[in-house]
């Protein structure tokens, strides 16, 4: 298990951008030593941001699960999370 609530202070914001969420995504695919896999998960925020869009185009991403409560707003992301997901031809479960 790796977090980025784990690189930083307790009760700190990440107050990070797309690049920056990116490269901290990056550093965990590929400098952390996962050992042999058969899954990983990641867990993303909702919505169809930077990081969705670039981990589905830099890691080789099988599919996608959406998770979603029954909110107005929170189900209007999920949407948008399954529209984009089509686009990129990534399998999803939701």
């Known amino acids: ?3 980025l609530g784990l690189m930083m202070k307790d009760g700190e914001a990440v107050v990070w951008r797309g690049p920056m969420l990116m490269g901290a995504i990056q550093q965990m695919l590929t400098q952390v030593n996962w050992g ?12 169809t941001g ?22 107005d707003i929170a189900l209007i992301d ?12 990534t399998p999803f479960w939701a």
Do not use: N, Y
């Open 1 to 3: 298990m790796m977090s």
């Open 36 to 47: 042999e896999l058969d899954v990983l998960l990641v867990d993303l925020p909702p919505g």
């Open 50 to 71: 930077d990081v969705q869009l670039s981990l589905t185009q830099k890691a080789h991403v099988t599919g996608a699960i959406i998770v979603s409560t029954p909110q």
């Open 78 to 89: 999920a949407r948008r999370a399954i529209d984009m997901f089509e686009k990129l031809k």
